[in-house]
């Protein structure tokens, strides 16, 4: 096979193998809606599933180091894989102890959570995210969705609405979280579709950045292995014409 064949043959194959440069973020979600204010249940597990696609060194923030009524703006800082990653909280707000309406505190041995009712931003003023999650309570009981409006480095934004979680007057639990191996993420604005009306309650924030993400393995499909296959068995016709030259 000439230089030329095979050249055209391994671009080929690297281009039909590699993953889709704008893949969607893979989405970790599991409901309670009764969990009496435990944590118990399907979220539980769908945190577990996340935390397995990260490193160990991620960092949970709890707000169990915050004062109860701290409004925003507030800094929040993550361990990265080389760096603080430093955050801001802006927008809507507050740190509360009282259990509330459903609301309540999902750090084992803790008393503290984020409560809202509007919109608030994670700012990320130094290294961008490539994986959030966390625990929701309380969300949904007057009809409130939330959305993650996500911007990535590049300024494209994208939105994502979580299912709700209604269940009893305890209010309902969930886990959301995702992980982008393709994008990296400078602003996550959590939104409430019943702002002003629905109360949420925010508790155990993972987040990590790239390469804190454990690597996928790499499988191609079907149609990109098929591809492939045609670009080696052009090449290797090309090198047997060649020969016979």
Same mark, same amino acid.
Request: proline share 4%; hydrophobic share 45%.
């Given at each position: ?139 949904? @009981? *007057?009809? =409130? ?6 911007? /990535?480095?590049?300024? %494209? &934004?994208?939105?994502? +609405? #979580? $299912? ?33 009306? @629905? *109360?949420? =309650? ?6 990590? /950045?790239?390469?804190? %993400? &454990?690597?996928?393995? +790499? #499988? $191609? ?25």
């Amino acid at each position: 096979m000439n230089p030329k064949s095979l050249w055209l043959a391994c671009s080929l194959a690297a281009v039909f193998l590699s993953p889709a440069a704008q893949a969607a973020p893979v989405t970790f979600y599991g409901v309670n809606t009764n969990p009496a204010g435990v944590v118990s249940g399907d979220p539980v597990t769908a945190r577990s599933a996340f935390m397995s696609n990260l490193a160990a060194n991620v960092t949970t923030q709890t707000f169990e180091t915050l004062v109860v009524g701290t409004q925003p703006l507030v800094n929040l800082d993550f361990t990265g894989s080389s760096t603080t990653i430093a955050s801001v909280i802006s927008g809507d707000g507050f740190v509360r102890s009282s259990v509330a309406d459903g609301r309540f505190n999902t750090t084992s041995g803790g008393s503290k959570w984020w409560d809202v009712s509007g919109s608030f931003t994670l700012n990320f003023t130094g290294t961008a995210v490539s994986a959030f999650g966390f625990y929701g309570t309380d969300v949904g @009981d *007057f009809a =409130g969705q939330i959305t993650l409006k996500l911007t /990535d480095t590049r300024n %494209l &934004v994208s939105t994502l +609405t #979580i $299912p709700a979680a209604a269940g009893s007057a305890d209010g309902g639990l969930l886990f959301f979280g995702f992980v982008d191996h393709a994008r990296a993420y400078k602003q996550i604005t959590f939104g409430n579709t019943g702002d002003g009306n @629905d *109360f949420f =309650g925010f508790d155990d924030m993972v987040i990590g /950045d790239l390469n804190q %993400l &454990v690597a996928p393995p +790499t #499988i $191609p499909e079907p149609t990109s292995l098929a591809l492939v296959g045609l670009a080696l068995a052009a090449a290797g016709f090309a090198a047997r014409r060649q020969r016979r030259a």
